[in-house]
T-cell receptor, first 112, second 112 residues
Framework: KNEVEQSPQNLTAQEGEFITINCSYS?????LHWLQQHPGGGIVSLFM???GKKKHGRLIATINIQEKHSSLHITASHPRDSAVYIC??????????????FGKGTKLSVKP | NAGVTQTPKFRVLKTGQSMTLLCAQD?????MYWYRQDPGMGLRLIHY???????AKGEVPDGYNVSRLKKQNFLLGLESAAPSQTSVYFC???????????FGDGTRLSIL
């Protein structure tokens, strides 16, 4: 069983829609990261959070530590939001390297 | 400010050939990482470094070697390339283990 599971795997939305991507994990964590991988391949860090909620522009990330679940929301989606969104957790085991465990990603396509 | 720069961006090798992937960062980060990304899998850590002159094995280190002779550079070597090493390789850096990762644009490597 994967330690980090994302859903859905693929998501198609119409421009303007509210989008939710989910991430569930099965290990104890000290932080959770959301990353965006552009169609050209580059990866950008969006959020790092360990509790509560963070907002940046139209993006909102929430985490529920008790339920081991995080969501990434995109409000008023736009075609430029089309990308793969990756969830990664920093597990509390694993020594000092702080290795991240990555989900397989959610591919989002926003149609105009 | 270039961030994290990877060279080359693309490379095709024959089985048994050797090559070195270069990662350079200009953010004075202590921590650097090499990941591989394969279809249907999350990013996996190959090797990492917590500072100049130090390296350590990650999740999938076999067949790779690394060196961190200068703080800003982290080299990934393949001594005898195998088709199983066909992948997209990402370098990343961070201020610390708990900090966000800054990624390069990736190197697409094909081994025939």
């Amino acid at each position: 069983k994967n330690e980090v599971e994302q859903s859905p795997q693929n998501l198609t939305a119409q421009e303007g829609e509210f989008i939710t991507i989910n991430c569930s994990y099965s290990v104890g964590i000290s932080a959770l990261h959301w990353l965006q991988q552009h169609p050209g391949g580059g990866i950008v860090s969006l959020f790092m959070l360990s509790s509560g909620k963070k907002k940046h522009g139209r993006l909102i990330a929430t985490i529920n530590i008790q339920e081991k679940h995080s969501s990434l929301h995109i409000t008023a989606s736009h075609p430029r939001d089309s990308a793969v969104y990756i969830c990664a957790v920093r597990a509390t085991y694993g020594g000092s390297q702080g290795n991240l465990i990555f989900g397989k990603g959610t591919k989002l396509s926003v149609k105009p | 400010n270039a961030g994290v720069t990877q060279t080359p961006k693309f490379r095709v090798l024959k089985t048994g050939q050797s090559m070195t992937l270069l990662c350079a960062q200009d953010m004075n980060h202590e921590y650097m990482y090499w990941y591989r990304q394969d279809p249907g899998m999350g990013l996996r850590l190959i090797h990492y470094s917590v500072g100049e002159g130090t390296t350590a094995k990650g999740e999938v280190p076999d067949g790779y070697n690394v060196s961190r002779l200068k703080k800003q550079n982290f080299l990934l070597g393949l001594e005898s390339a195998a088709p199983s090493q066909t992948s997209v390789y990402f370098c990343a850096s961070s201020l610390g283990t708990g900090a966000i990762r800054h990624f390069g644009d990736g190197t697409r490597l094909s081994i025939l």
